[in-house]
T-cell receptor
Framework: GAVVSQHPSRVICKSGTSVKIECRSL??????MFWYRQFPKQSLMLMAT?????????EQGVEKDKFLINHASLTLSTLTVTSAHPEDSSFYIC???????????FGPGTRLLVL | AQSVTQLDSHVSVSEGTPVLLRCNYS??????LFWYVQHPNKGLQLLLK??????LVKGINGFEAEFKKSETSFHLTKPSAHMSDAAEYFC???????????FGTGTRLQVTL
């Protein structure tokens, strides 16, 4: 149980375009989902926390207009990187947690390359 | 405030020998502690977690960790390393619920023949 998927696993896009990444909890209802960013050989940095049906809470320094997060259902959250630039290239990982759990379950990650 | 320090950025062991990955934490309240493993270009997989129950926690793949409050440590061990254990390991702390995780910088485990 507690499986989280992400789609796509890898995406390459041109500078200036927008990219949407999906995060799904496959076998549980996720009241809270998290989006992390991981630079090469570094740890995970929390970008934002989203609760189903409400606006996401962004960490300091994360541009909410650039990284749009939608958590429309209890099993799906999306991260849209708008007007992507090469510096947005990174490994994006989501996680999900249900109201009764004490554990975040992580997706397999999405590698974004902006050319 | 909470923080976690992974004392070794890189650990190399021979296959079949014991593994020790060190982690110290700092937390104002009773912490929950986790170890996650990340294989190359993959997401994180939960190895084990401590949430104020038994101080010796057994996880998957033969790993275990012991919560030592007096030493503020949560070291990860395994009696015998396997080649498939080669990966990045993250020690993680949270206070209260798992809503706010603080990650260590990671320890890369290398397993040699």
């Amino acid at each position: 149980g507690a499986v989280v998927s992400q789609h796509p696993s890898r995406v390459i896009c041109k500078s200036g375009t927008s990219v949407k990444i999906e995060c799904r909890s496959l076998d549980f209802q996720a009241t809270t989902m998290f989006w992390y960013r991981q630079f090469p050989k570094q740890s995970l940095m929390l970008m934002a926390t989203s609760n189903e049906g409400s606006k996401a809470t962004y960490e300091q320094g994360v541009e909410k207009d650039k990284f749009l997060i939608n958590h429309a259902s209890l099993t799906l959250s999306t991260l849209t990187v708008t007007s992507a630039h090469p510096e947005d290239s990174s490994f994006y990982i989501c996680s999900a947690m249900s109201g009764v759990q004490e554990t975040q379950y992580f997706g397999p990650g999405t590698r974004l390359l902006v050319l | 405030a909470q923080s976690v320090t992974q004392l070794d950025s890189h650990v190399s062991v021979s296959e079949g020998t014991p593994v020790l990955l060190r982690c110290n934490y700092s937390s104002s309240y009773s912490p929950s502690l986790f170890w996650y493993v990340q294989h190359p270009n993959k997401g994180l997989q939960l190895l084990l977690k401590y949430t104020s129950a038994a101080t010796l926690v057994k996880g998957i793949n033969g790993f275990e960790a012991e919560f030592k409050k007096s030493e503020t440590s949560f070291h990860l061990t395994k009696p015998s390393a396997h080649m498939s254990d080669a990966a990045e390991y993250f020690c993680v702390v949270s206070t209260g619920t798992a809503s706010k995780l603080t990650f260590g910088t990671g320890t890369r485990l290398q397993v040699t023949l």
